[in-house]
């Protein structure tokens, strides 16, 4: 599986930002499907994750109310819409695939994708 990022940038904090992440490679569909940030010189965290049948999601705490995820089953793709961006929302967002669980943990992701950076600015 291939994973493919896009939409990643510079914005000032409270824009908005969407991400984009495309996968190829595989037929079938994923179970899940997610993202990951690692802000400079710490560890990758989780951020929201999709479930594919259903569109069940799951948030980290501080991105609820904030951050939107979504997916497009016929492009097996997955959004990431930030809105009220804040500062330590500063990260490089990585995009996670799993066939088999919720990408809600690092440990559960099968596949990862390079990586967009987001930086948010006063």
């Known amino acids: 599986v291939q994973l493919a990022e896009s939409g990643g940038g510079l914005v000032q904090a409270g824009d908005s930002l969407r991400l984009s992440c495309a996968a190829s490679?595989?037929?079938?569909?994923?179970?899940?499907m997610g993202w990951f940030r690692q802000a400079p010189g710490k560890e990758r965290v989780f951020v929201a994750a999709?479930?594919?049948?259903?569109?069940?999601?799951w948030y980290t705490e501080s991105v609820k109310g904030r951050f939107d995820i979504s997916r497009d089953m016929a492009k097996n793709t997955v959004y990431l819409q930030m809105n009220s961006l804040l500062l330590e929302d500063t990260a490089v967002y990585s995009c996670a695939h799993s066939d088999s669980a919720a990408v809600v943990v690092a440990s559960q992701v099968a596949y990862w994708g390079k990586g967009t950076p987001v930086t948010v600015s006063s």
């Open positions: 999709i479930r594919w049948n259903d569109g069940f999601t």
């Open positions: 490679g595989r037929a079938s569909s994923p179970y899940s």
